[in-house]
């Protein structure tokens, strides 16, 4: 079974949430990194001593059909932007976790666009659930636009659903650094959503 991390936008939080997934998902769940020129999860795994592959695009269709159909829990960090890759995850995926940082009109662009593909994902995968978290957020007009728009978005029986806001810290930074995933009430209070969530 395959839970991916994914934003067509960098900068977004998707290899610090790939962290926080697979931790939450068990200690043996492995990290598949589709980001074969950055490798940010992959570097994170080793500090982290957890299992980790770094995934060539060649390799792409077989590994991620594997997990797929695997009983076991696998967490894919997507690369940041359209390619195959990420659309690939998509179709294949049980639940999509979306990191949106709320920022300038790139970010609500690559939201839109990753909206965009989240429906055409579920033409092949019907059963695809999409869970948005408002990332690194701060009290600002621009955080509460953000909120609003995904808001709009929200509908759990549909398989769409907002988790709620994480605030920017830096400790979330430093724990990701030194190969912990980051944690705190805000991050708790998301997983207890998702974990509601992914059982509708």
Not at 26 to 41: A, R, Y
Not at 102 to 118: E, L, N, V
Request: glycine fraction near 8%; aromatic fraction near 6%; hydrophobic fraction near 45%.
């Amino acid at each position: 079974m395959l839970m991916a991390s994914a934003n067509f936008k960098g900068g977004q939080g998707k290899s610090t949430w790939a962290a926080i997934l697979a931790t939450w998902l068990g200690d043996q769940v492995e990290i598949l990194d589709l980001d074969f020129g950055q490798g940010d999860s992959l570097a994170w795994a080793k500090r982290a001593g957890r299992p980790a592959r770094l995934v060539r695009p060649e390799d792409c269709v077989s590994v991620l059909k594997e997990a797929a159909a695997s009983p076991d829990w696998f967490v894919v960090d997507c690369p940041p932007h359209e390619r195959r890759e990420t659309r690939l995850a998509l179709e294949v995926a049980a639940m999509v976790v979306i990191p949106v940082v709320p920022g300038g009109i790139q970010d609500a662009s690559a939201w839109g666009r990753m909206r965009d593909a989240i429906t055409e994902a579920r033409r092949a995968n019907p059963g695809l659930k999409a869970a948005a978290v408002l990332n690194a957020t701060r009290p600002t007009g621009i955080s509460r636009e953000f909120l609003t728009m995904l808001q709009e978005w929200h509908a759990p029986k549909q398989g769409f659903a907002v988790m709620g806001a994480v605030p920017q810290h830096v400790a979330m930074a430093e724990a990701y650094g030194e190969g912990r995933a980051p944690s705190g009430p805000s991050i708790e209070a998301v997983l207890a959503k998702l974990e509601t969530f992914a059982a509708m």
